[in-house]
T-cell receptor
Framework: GQNIDQPTEMTATEGAIVQINCTYQ??????LFWYQQHAGEAPTFLSY????GLEEKGRFSSFLSRSKGYSYLLLKELQMKDSASYLC?????????????FGAGTRLAVHP | GAVVSQHPSRVICKSGTSVKIECRSL??????MFWYRQFPKQSLMLMAT?????????EQGVEKDKFLINHASLTLSTLTVTSAHPEDSSFYIC???????????FGPGTRLTVT
């Protein structure tokens, strides 16, 4: 089966750093994505990891350990606009094509 | 680049009627398109995957006769919800992928309300 776990909710203070964890157990692995989603809107791409290690992109960084089935998204210098849901998604090859399996998402609330 | 549009953005229909949602890739050729459904405070659930010119592949538990998917060209896919019921009320999101590349580009979503 396919299982992706991430915390349901997190809160943080403006200007701080927050780490959102994601663990996965999937049949096959072809990359891990992080998306940001504001309520009522489509997800927007944040990061992609396919090899172990850290990928840094501005205020956002994402880490992957394939042996542990673990990833995290690190958000620095938090801003109020970062309040959103953050979705961890694993790409798997199944039935002849790549598809994304999404976690339930982590709702992040940033407070002043 | 890589913009996907959906139409309509919101639709309200009566129970028993059918609704068609369009998904267009505006500036790239989407060889594969994906349709997702998202209920409130839940994550995206893949409904089906379609490749241009071939039949869609549906995920387990998704009724192919109820959710008709057509991917007639490299820039257009449609999802028709037939004989809609209130439990079909949801946020429907499409995404497109290129032949080469790993990213999926998401449309803005369609909010369907069945009364």
């Amino acid at each position: 089966g396919q299982n992706i776990d991430q915390p349901t909710e997190m809160t943080a203070t403006e200007g701080a750093i927050v780490q959102i964890n994601c663990t996965y157990q999937t049949s096959g692995f072809n990359g891990l994505f992080w998306y940001q989603q504001h309520a009522g809107e489509a997800p927007t791409f944040l990061s992609y990891n396919v090899l172990d290690g850290l990928e840094e992109k501005g205020r956002f960084s994402s880490f992957l350990s394939r042996s542990k089935g673990y990833s995290y998204l690190l958000l620095k210098e938090l801003q109020m606009k970062d309040s959103a849901s953050y979705l961890c998604a694993v790409r798997v090859f199944s039935g002849g094509y790549n598809k994304l399996i999404f976690g339930a998402g982590t709702r992040l609330a940033v407070h002043p | 680049g890589a913009v996907v549009s959906q139409h309509p953005s919101r639709v309200i229909c009566k129970s028993g009627t059918s609704v068609k949602i369009e998904c267009r890739s505006l500036d790239f050729q989407a060889t594969t398109m994906f349709w997702y459904r998202q209920f409130p405070k839940q994550s995206l659930m893949l409904m089906a995957t379609s490749n241009e010119g071939s039949k869609a592949t549906y995920e387990q538990g998704v009724e192919k006769d109820k959710f008709l998917i057509n991917h007639a060209s490299l820039t257009l896919s449609t999802l028709t919800v037939t004989s809609a019921h209130p439990e079909d009320s949801s946020f429907y999101i499409c995404s497109g992928g290129r032949l080469a590349g790993y990213e999926q580009y998401f449309g803005p979503g369609t909010r369907l309300t069945v009364t």
